[in-house]
């Protein structure tokens, strides 16, 4: 292999006379950059004393006094002759003639440029006056890297030490570098403890690397650019890509209790709709907009684009917390960042490795339901409790009780009737890394296919149960097409490939537990006389509910129920969801310029492209007729209505296109001057543009841009004493003129202890390797203020000046409609971003030579500015919506840090462990409310709350009886005794006025994004079996059951569209436009532990888990109050893996192959919680679709 | 290369940026619509007129939508259907009302801020836009200019007034306040009901003067305000002013504002009752000239008896689209729902039409309202069997155009006066209606059967049914046709807000106020006669056990409240006079009562049923400001009670 240096060199050489080289770009750089330049005294003069050194030492000793570059062709240039030199203030040009005035080279100044070139026609004579020495100590030094756990390590890279010079290992973990005896080859690989080895008599040197994760050495990603992980005063959590692969689709789902700063957890897991919130340090705002930027490759995307990336494309994973690291995003960054950056390819022969994985799940917990008798005889405690007639006969709870015939009396495991035990997902991921000495690429192409549990008939011909397949494809292209100048193109490309029900999984799995167990059937066995009719026989009922006994003539024309069996089978969703990405980056070294001085474009643009069809047909429903009392198989089965229509109708659905353009240009300085000083400097200037092809509106329609320039600047003395300045400059459209741009500095520094001298004479140094103090201040803004996107441009107004939705109808014959004006926003040109000041500590502690790695940062923000709705302008002011201002102030702080321990005991045993601890919490300090102190009501102020601390009353208990309700203070709503008595919940009357009211509402329990996030495991190896596993947990949170959603009996269903419409004449649902098909009353299941501990008349436990039955929502006991609150806190076994390398190191070298690991994951295993209902990690959601329990087993090649 | 090249490298990268910067995030195009726009023209300022008359609360609903004024169904009058009242469990406000679900923290149905209603401070502001800005369109010619003002003006007194009906005294909108001006100006006070009636009788005067007396085109225009409707409204401002609630209400002594100023005046003024009832003459000379007559039948088409002549002269009254006796009737609502919830079921022929809901239920209470055939309270009635009106009869021959002949039927629907039969449906009772679209024969009427089982019982799916056992006939139009099939086709009528009939009769009740019996019974016999009785003094010396009864003021007062909750019944008149008479404590805590429409024969049909028991305190005078608003505002008082 070549020198890297020289081939390097001789690009630039090339570049300067041979024009037909890609000069385009490289002008275009220099007309960004206005590259300066005048000329330079051929008069300098140095003084130069070298004895016994190659030439190439003098050429770099005159370029170390002068602003010279030499430039040579190696091959032309023999850089090696050993020459020694003696001059004192020497002209340069004479010390040149004199060097090769025997030598066929000749040379020739170009500005600051000195050329040498080749002239062959000269005759090569002895040299004069220098001694010369033709001798090369050079020697080819050869050998092998390999991984401590015996595989061989690939693109390792090693540098002479002093010097530029360097190679790297190929495929095969091989190594050839000329090197001189005594010079030290350093290794270094991300993620591996460097080592040096001074070149001695041997040609052959073997390395073996450990790992380490502290990686002092290591290159961190930061915001445009990377930076020495040992020069950072600011605080980032990295984690190694590897600790993301977990057997699932989503890749946000791994981020809980990994990274130290990441506050994370997951609601749903129905594939495709599974992404977990996460935050930075918690929110500290309260608006809706809290999530980080997501940066991958420099370019901002989204959580969903994050959550298709497939970790083993991911080269580093940073997440950037603080005020230097995230100023420099100036309005953008007050959330905290996320930057990923993909693998590129590195020279040598292609490594593929494949990927395959296989996965069972199956629900991690399932909701457990009352047994449909115990289900009936409850809804008739229910009804009679509030004095309504029972709802089942004795002969219908009888029927029931002795098993009669399942078309009358249907008893239904709706569970069991949607969902499949358990099902599969496969995962295919291959790369190909490699390339030549001027092309490195990196390629991946993933697949995986989520399979949902939901049941689909078989009389059905199309598939209704979710089916998400997700296809990938990546190529990350470096070309260098020059020896300065490096090209980089990024193509990357996901389709998601949804299939699945009409309401998606999570209603599905909702239905399961709001429908009744003894309506109906889902579906009826045929009877005789139906024996032939081609469509499925739907059960329903044309009978309500509410007069089911009284009033048999109260018959309904159309199903009355919501049957979610048929609703899941009448049809499905198509969805297909693609993202474009594509990507050219430039790099210029400009050492030419100074040395240390590099220069960076990017231009990106990527599209996101999503459409659905929702294709379904409206079910036949019948009822039970006439029932022989005597024999339940003597009855009737009718057909409901008309019947419905077996042929499939097409809805259009949503459809996202949208398209996002975005550049950035940067130069970058970086150098150090006499080993001691070492300054960097970054400029760099960005401009995003984000466009929406399908507005809704001409507000949305309006671009979205972004616009600004970023600085960072920063010194460290030593490695020991580290200063950094980082600002932003930006501005978005979304503001008011003189609003829009804001300036966003900050400032860090560091302290690395350890480094100081005195440090290393002391004892300490033999405990503590490393002991690092940060600090950093700065501002940074938020410019995403409102609840969503769609918030923008608070400084116009809208008006709608033709709005069919106000005016009047006039005319005799009413036929002179006028249209109306209205108001939907006021202008407000003073709103602005989010301006966070924040501040950060941090530390950083290494012990016994690294083996145990400790690090915490402590932080404290002040949000100011946040968009808040005026709550003190009174209604009486007649303004048509609310106002919006920048008043709210929040403050946030807490710590985040993480502790890792890495060993090898020896040869076959190694250890690694990882734990991470976050804790963040906040508080409003500025709200707009009422003086509630002043009307007495201190409690039912904000400030000082968390602001996601639930609001809600205080419920003392349950009223013994009617008259303990009407002798009590009037609750909310409703009358007591009427609406609300015995068995219902019973709240404080704060501040004592006789009421519950408004007033009485406080902050209940702790906030709903946990206060603490942690997660901590190990991992082991041993020859060649390794075993991992990691818990993760989280801490300080509650959240407030929904009592509506789970309230056995009641009717909670609501249209798809939440457009019921009340026609005159009962309710008649409107779906979308189309006929009713379903009904839509549904009432709820009973879940196990209500019926085992509720409130009754025989049982008047006041402490019950549920107060007094009723088959219609009482809104009393629907409000939020402490009777709902539970604790969210909870601790898992997220992921227990099991591997084992199944060839040695000669088995493996006899087939080829680098790696062949199989290994057994399982996620979600275990769960210890204070509650039992359901998964506590879902709060609230608790009837969405369960978080999955996986077995995965999968495979890892790699050739 | 030295540091000063560097920046100046730096400085260049700046500037160049800088420059593009402010141009590239400036993504707003300039013709984005202001509120300025909407005054560019004629055509876009009438769009704001509409704006404005669009405010008005719903008075009927429709679409699916229950009003947003509670008087319909917030009141004793109608009682809808638990289905209807509370679909899904979740009960509708309007019914809430009624059993003392009204609360300070989501009130129900009212019209100031957050409270479960529209917020009229917004049809406020808008009035006053129109006023400040409604120079400035260029076409605009100034005599239309000048009624639209007036219209506004009226609109805005309109909105003030139904607000003070509501929450007594309220904060006076005369001017906009500034989005931009400091809490201190936001936060308003209530002003006096005095200060507020004299500012909306300012308001209408003015009105008055530049109202034209009938609309230019009644195609385009029928449906906006004229000098009738402004007179009209004047009038009912003032008496309401002068009612008891507001005139010397002494509940009120200690309803002050934080000054200490009495904010309903608790001295009786007996000069509110001449102000008012000079107003009312005025509305009546005006509504004279502008052509407004009670309305009659005009000639009709079959031979009619003359009790079906009466009953259709009644019935017309409401229901006839812009008949003479209409003063205002709001165009903007379809009363098609309305007239569907009206009607049940007539025959076998509409069993599959789902067109006849029925739900709008009247209550028995309103059933033992209406006078007996000889236009006394029926338990007044020295020939009415008042003890034994629950007890079964038979009706007989001269009933023929009012029951069925044969018909076992409570003493309660016999010997009524015509507007019994003309506003309510009962089983058994007649309902003349056209089921062909054409003429209406007498001798085709139909029988209304409503007992378990039959037409009228049960309307289909859903939840149509009565839960009284009767039915608002008057509000259904009798040219309305039910197919055999499908949905109820109507006659669209608005539905009055103001119509002469009330005005008489308001008028009545400031005579008898003002101590001129005599000539309030004058008027008070106008709306007796179109309904098929006989005069006030005759009635009573021949019928009554207290035949002097019209001779005293209190007597008298008391036969012109009657009257009025008769002849404007289901009209949502009785829901506020009840109030302003502040005799809604008597009548709101009593038993809605009805028949059981589960019985399946005469006797199981005739046993009265409770379906509610109301309950109604002083408090309830007042509607309650919401907590929220009470909160943000803290020189709020709120009403006394709540």
């Not at chain 1, 979304?734 to 400032?747: D, E, L």
């Not at chain 2, 018909?407 to 309902?431: C, I, K, M, N, Q």
Request: with cysteine; glycine share 8%; hydrophobic share 35%.
């Amino acid at each position: 292999m070549k020198n890297l240096i020289h081939i390097k060199r001789y690009a630039l050489y090339s570049l300067k006379f041979d024009l037909k080289m890609k000069l385009t770009i490289y002008l275009l750089l220099i007309s960004f950059f206005q590259i300066y330049a005048n000329s330079y005294s051929q008069n300098t003069k140095i003084s130069l004393e070298l004895k016994s050194v190659s030439i190439e030492k003098v050429f770099r000793a005159i370029e170390a006094q002068t602003e010279f570059k030499i430039l040579y062709n190696d091959k032309e240039v023999d850089y090696k002759r050993i020459v020694s030199v003696k001059f004192k203030k020497e002209n340069v040009s004479k010390i040149l003639d004199k060097l090769f005035s025997k030598t066929s080279i000749s040379y020739e100044v170009l500005g600051k440029q000195i050329v040498l070139k080749f002239k062959p026609k000269i005759p090569i004579e002895a040299s004069i006056d220098t001694k010369e020495e033709l001798f090369d100590f050079q020697q080819r030094i050869k050998g092998s890297v390999s991984f401590s756990d015996g595989s061989v390590l690939p693109g390792v890279s090693i540098i002479i030490d002093g010097t530029t010079r360097g190679t790297e290992t190929d495929f095969d973990g091989n190594y050839s570098i000329k090197a001189d005896k005594g010079d030290v080859l350093k290794f270094s690989y991300v993620g591996m403890k460097s080592k040096s080895i001074t070149v001695g008599d041997s040609t052959t040197i073997n390395v073996v690397l450990e790992a380490d994760s502290a990686g002092l050495d290591e290159v961190v990603i930061v915001g445009f650019g990377s930076q020495k992980k040992e020069s950072i005063v600011g605080a980032i959590s990295t984690i190694k890509p590897s600790e993301l692969k977990i057997p699932s689709s989503n890749l946000t789902s791994a981020l809980a209790g990994r990274i130290a700063g990441v506050v994370s957890y997951q609601t749903s897991g129905e594939p495709g709709a599974d992404n977990a919130e996460f935050f930075v340090r918690g929110v500290a705002s309260f608006n809706g907009q809290n999530g980080p930027l997501i940066l991958i490759d420099g370019v901002e995307l989204t959580v969903d684009d994050l959550a298709r990336l497939q970790p083993d494309d991911i080269e580093s994973f940073s997440v950037l917390k603080d005020p230097t690291t995230t100023a420099i995003y100036g309005a953008r960054g007050a959330n905290g960042i996320i930057l990923v950056t993909t693998k590129v390819g590195v020279s040598g022969a292609p490594i593929v490795s494949l990927r395959v994985e296989n996965s069972f799940s199956a629900p991690a917990s399932r909701i457990k339901l009352a047994d449909p008798l115990t289900y009936m005889r409850l809804q008739n405690e229910a009804a009679r409790t509030r004095g309504n007639f029972p709802t089942y006969t004795e002969s219908q709870v009888a029927g029931v009780a002795r098993g009669g015939n399942q078309n009358v009396y249907p008893t239904v495991d709706w569970y069991d009737r949607l969902f499949k035990d358990f099902t599969t997902t496969k995962r295919f991921n291959l790369n190909v890394r490699g390339g030549g000495e001027k092309v490195r690429y990196y390629v991946a192409g993933s697949f995986s296919k989520d399979d949902g549990i939901l049941k689909v008939d078989p009389l059905n011909d199309f598939n209704n149960n979710i089916d998400l397949k997700k296809y990938l494809l990546r190529a990350n292209i470096n070309i260098d097409l020059h020896k300065n100048t490096e090209m980089i193109v990024r193509l990357h490309s996901t389709i998601d490939n949804y299939q699945g029900p009409l309401q998606g999984g999570n209603a599905v799995y909702n239905a399961a537990v709001r429908t009744s167990p003894v309506r109906f059937p889902a579906v009826f066995q045929r009877t005789v006389e139906n024996m032939n009719e081609p469509n499925v026989l739907f059960g329903n009922s044309t009978q309500g509910r509410s007069t089911s006994v009284f009033s048999p003539t109260s018959r309904s024309e159309n199903p009355v129920w919501f049957n979610p069996y048929a609703e899941l089978q009448r049809g499905y969703i198509e969805r297909r969801k693609a993202l474009s990405l594509i990507q050219l980056e430039l790099k210029q070294n400009l050492e030419s310029i100074t040395p240390g001085l590099t220069a960076r474009f990017l231009g990106n643009a990527n599209t996101t492209s999503s459409f659905e069809n929702r294709r379904s047909y409206s079910p036949f429903y019948y009822e039970v007729g006439a029932v022989n009392p005597a024999d339940d198989s003597d009855y009737r089965l009718n057909l409901i209505g008309e019947g419905g229509d077996t042929t499939l109708g097409l809805d259009p659905g949503n459809r996202i296109n949208n398209s996002v353009l975005y550049m950035e240009a940067a130069v970058n300085y970086n150098r150090t001057f006499n080993d001691d000083h070492t300054v960097t400097g970054l400029l760099v200037g960005t401009a995003r543009e984000f466009l929406d092809g399908n507005a809704s509106n001409l507000q949305l329609s309006l671009p979205g841009r972004n616009i600004g320039i970023s600085g960072r600047f920063s010194y460290d003395y030593k490695n020991t004493y580290f200063a950094e300045v980082n600002f932003g400059f930006n501005g978005s459209e979304r503001f008011a003129k003189n609003n829009r741009f804001g300036f966003f500095p900050s400032i860090g520094f560091g302290w690395l202890v350890s480094n100081e001298s005195f440090f290393e004479k002391s004892k300490l140094s033999s405990v503590i390797s490393r002991l690092k103090l940060r600090a950093s201040y700065g501002l940074v803004g938020n410019d995403r203020i409102g609840n969503s996107r769609t918030d923008r441009f608070f400084y116009l107004s809208e008006v709608s000046l033709i709005n069919n939705g106000r005016g009047y109808l006039f005319g005799e014959n009413f036929g002179e409609f006028i249209p109306g004006v209205s108001i939907n926003r006021y202008a407000n040109p003073l709103v602005t971003w989010e301006l966070a000041e924040k501040a950060n500590f941090g530390l950083d502690v290494n012990l016994f030579d690294d083996a145990l790695q400790f690090r915490v940062d402590a932080f404290f923000e002040n949000r100011t500015n946040i968009l808040q709705t005026r709550v003190d302008i009174p209604s009486t002011l007649g303004l048509q919506t609310s106002l919006q201002t920048n008043v709210g102030e929040v403050k946030a702080y807490g710590f985040d840090g993480s502790l890792d321990y890495n060993h090898s005991f020896n040869d076959n045993f190694w250890m690694s462990g990882r734990a991470t601890l976050t804790y963040a919490d906040n508080e409003y300090t500025v709200f707009e409310e009422p003086d509630y102190s002043k009307i007495g009501a201190p409690w039912r102020s904000n400030i000082g709350r968390n602001v996601r601390q639930n609001v809600g009353f205080i419920a003392e208990r349950l009223f013994v009886d009617d008259a303990e309700a009407i002798n009590s203070p009037a609750q909310l709503t409703g009358t007591p005794g009427e609406d609300y008595g015995g068995g219902d919940i019973k709240y404080k009357d704060l501040n004592g006025d006789g009421q519950i009211t408004e007033l009485d509402l406080t902050g209940i329990g702790n906030p709903s994004v946990p206060k603490i996030t942690y997660g901590f495991g190990v991992s082991m190896g041993y020859k060649r079996f390794d075993l991992s596993m990691f818990f993760q947990g989280l801490g300080q949170t509650s959240f407030l059951i929904r009592p509506g959603e789970i309230s056995p009996f009641t009717n909670t269903i609501t249209a798809s569209d939440g457009n019921d419409v009340i026609e005159g004449l009962g309710i008649i649902f409107q779906q979308n436009g189309r006929p009713p098909g379903n009904g839509f009353i549904g009432e709820n299941g009973l879940l196990q532990a209500i019926a085992d501990n509720h409130w009754s008349e025989e049982n008047r436990d006041v402490y019950a888990l549920w107060p007094r039955l009723s088959e219609n929502r009482v809104a009393n006991n629907e409000v939020n109050s402490t009777y709902w609150l539970r604790d969210g806190a909870f601790l898992r076994l997220k992921q227990l893996e099991l591997g084992f390398n199944v060839f040695g190191e000669k088995e493996k070298e006899r087939l080829g192959l680098t790696r062949f690991r199989v290994y057994l994951t399982g996620t979600n295993l275990f769960l210890f919680s204070k509650f039992k209902l359901w998964d506590p990690e879902f709060q609230h959601k608790g009837l969405n679709y369960p978080l999955q329990r996986v077995v995965n087993l999968g495979f890892q090649i790699g050739f | 290369m030295k540091v000063k090249n560097i920046i100046k490298i730096y400085a260049t990268v700046i500037l160049l940026v800088m420059q593009s910067c402010s141009d590239f995030v400036d993504v707003v195009p300039d013709n984005i619509a202001v509120i300025e726009d909407a005054f560019a023209t004629r055509l876009s300022s009438q769009r704001f007129l509409a704006t404005l008359y669009g405010y008005l609360p719903g008075k009927v609903g429709g679409g699916g939508r229950f009003p947003a004024d509670p008087s319909l169904i917030s009141g004793d009058e109608i009682w809808l259907n638990e289905g209807i009242r509370a679909p899904l469990g979740n009960p509708i406000a309007g019914p809430r009302i009624i059993t003392g679900g009204q609360n300070v923290l989501s009130p129900l149905l009212g019209a100031w801020g957050n409270s479960g209603g529209p917020n009229l401070f917004i049809a406020l502001r808008d009035c006053n836009i129109f006023l400040d800005n409604i120079d400035k369109p260029f076409n605009l010619p100034d005599y239309e200019k000048q009624v639209w003002v007036a219209e506004a003006k009226f609109l805005k007194a309109y909105y003030h007034f139904y607000l003070m009906r509501m929450y007594g005294p309220i904060p006076l909108v005369k001017k906009n306040i500034e989005v931009s001006s400091g809490l201190n100006a936001v936060r308003v006070s209530r002003d006096p009901v005095d200060e507020v009636g004299a500012y909306i009788v300012a308001l209408l005067e003015e009105a008055i003067s530049d109202l034209p007396y009938v609309v230019q085109n009644p195609e385009l225009e029928l449906g906006r305000a004229t000098k009738v409707v402004a007179a009209a409204l004047k009038a009912k401002v003032l008496t309401t002013l002068a009612s008891p609630l507001f005139n010397g209400n002494t509940d009120y002594s200690s309803f002050k504002d934080a000054e200490g100023n009495a904010l309903v005046s608790t001295d009786f003024s007996p000069e509110k009752w001449e102000a008012a009832r000079d107003a009312c003459l005025e509305a009546i000379e005006i509504a004279n000239i502008a052509g407004n007559v009670l309305y009659t039948t005009i000639a009709p088409l079959s031979d009619w008896s003359i009790e079906t002549k009466t009953k259709m002269d009644i019935r017309g009254s409401i229901s006839e689209p812009w008949n003479k006796e209409l003063i205002w009737g709001r165009s903007d609502e379809n009363t098609s729902g309305l007239q569907a919830a009206s009607r049940p079921k007539l025959d076998i022929r509409s069993r599959l039409s789902t067109g006849a809901n029925a739900y709008w239920a009247p209550t028995m209470r309103v059933a033992e309202m209406f006078y007996s055939k000889n236009g006394v309270p029926i338990e007044e009635d020295k020939d009415y069997a008042y003890s034994e009106r629950f007890s079964i009869k038979v009706a007989g021959a001269d009933h023929k155009n009012y029951i069925e002949e044969g018909f076992a039927t409570p003493g309660l629907h016999l010997d009524r006066e015509p507007r019994f039969y003309a506003s309510l449906g009962f089983d058994g009772g007649v309902w003349l209606e056209d089921q062909n679209g054409g003429a209406l024969v007498e001798s085709a009427a139909h029988i209304v059967h409503a007992k378990l089982g039959e037409y009228a019982a049960n309307n289909g799916p859903g939840f149509s049914w009565s839960e009284t056992g009767y039915f608002a006939k008057k509000l259904s139009h009798p040219k309305n046709f039910l197919p055999a099939q499908g949905g109820l086709s109507t006659i669209r009528y608005p539905f009055p807000v103001l119509r002469l009939a009330d005005i008489y009769l308001l008028y009545a009740e400031t005579l008898n106020e003002t101590d001129n019996r005599s000539e309030a019974q004058v008027w008070l016999n106008k709306v007796r006669t179109r309904a098929g009785l006989s005069d006030v003094a005759t009635a009573w010396a021949d019928y009554s056990i207290n035949p002097t009864k019209p001779s005293t003021k209190e007597g008298l007062r008391e036969i012109i409240q009657q009257e009025r909750m008769i002849e404007l019944v289901f009209e949502g008149k009785r829901f506020w006079d009840l109030r302003r008479w502040k005799r809604a404590s008597e009548f709101m805590n009593k038993d809605i009562r009805g028949w059981n429409r589960f019985g399946e024969d005469t006797e199981e049909y005739y046993k009265i049923i409770t379906f509610a028991t109301p309950k109604f305190l002083t408090k309830n005078y007042l509607w309650p400001i919401s907590e929220q608003d009470i909160i943000r505002n803290p020189n709020l008082i709120q009403n006394p009670g709540w």
